[in-house]
């Protein structure tokens, strides 16, 4: 079946660090991938997503490309600020799972002044 | 626009009584999701309406946990009667349609079983 695997957390960044949040699939069709971001106390909210190979999704200075031949798809950001502290969580979804959609355990990031 | 409403925030209740939690999609969303989100990890789907039809309830433990979506709009979930391991988030959230498409969630209800 298909299922999402994403580097546990916490990850702990001084401001204006580099991030990197890595999340590897398995699908058995041609899936559609996001990320997904949920700030303390709110719902979760799409950040970006991706829906063919080699697509980068990118949002507020987030990017995240899809990359079929390693079944990734790597968040990233060039310089993270305080207010971006969240849990973080890649998921996907396709036809052949019946769009179901399904999440990775999230992975917490704190950003430190 | 108004986004998903979900209702009581909290609820604390013992092992054996029964629990309700509420939801009010965006206007004019016909696809309607809950999940369980436990400690420390991603969301579960428990029951996916397509208007008021549930097309994919196999992860709904049917013993205990009951939804319905009248008229395709607000959904209620639930569960009777609770167990220690039913203390989790629930929540809520919705798309325009069933697919690859966005979903947006609601804050969620968090249900503590004592």
């Known amino acids: 079946g298909n299922s999402v695997t994403q580097m546990e957390g916490p990850v702990t960044l001084s401001e204006e660090a580099f991030l990197t949040i890595n999340c590897t699939y398995t699908?058995?069709?041609?899936?559609?991938l996001f990320w997904y971001v949920q700030y303390p106390g709110e719902g979760l909210q799409l950040l970006l997503k991706?829906?063919?190979?080699?697509d980068k999704g990118s949002n507020k200075g987030f990017e995240a490309t899809y990359r079929k031949e390693t079944t990734s798809f790597h968040l990233e950001k060039g310089s993270v600020q305080v207010s971006d502290s969240a849990v973080y969580f890649c998921?996907?979804?396709?036809?052949?799972?019946?769009?179901?959609?399904?999440f990775g355990a999230g992975t917490r990031l704190f950003v430190k002044a | 626009e108004a986004g998903v409403v979900q209702s009581p925030r909290y609820k604390i209740i013992e092992k054996k009584q029964p629990v309700a939690f509420w939801c009010n999609p965006i206007?004019?969303?016909?696809?309607l999701y809950w999940y369980r989100q436990n400690l420390g990890q991603g969301p579960e789907l428990l029951i996916r309406?397509?208007?008021?039809?549930?097309?994919?309830d196999s992860q709904l433990p049917k013993d205990r946990f009951s939804a319905e979506r009248l008229k395709g709009v607000d959904s209620t979930l639930k569960i009777q009667p609770a167990e220690l391991g039913d203390s989790a988030v629930y929540l809520c959230?919705?798309?325009?349609?069933?697919?690859?498409?966005?979903?947006?969630f609601g804050p969620g209800t968090r249900l503590t079983v004592t």
């Open positions: 998921a996907l979804s396709d036809a052949a799972g019946g769009f179901k959609t399904i």
């Open positions: 309406y397509e208007n008021e039809e549930a097309v994919d």
């Open positions: 699908a058995t069709g041609y899936p559609s």
């Open positions: 959230a919705s798309s325009l349609r069933q697919g690859p498409y966005e979903q947006y």
């Open positions: 991706a829906t063919k190979a080699d």
């Open positions: 206007s004019g969303h016909n696809t």
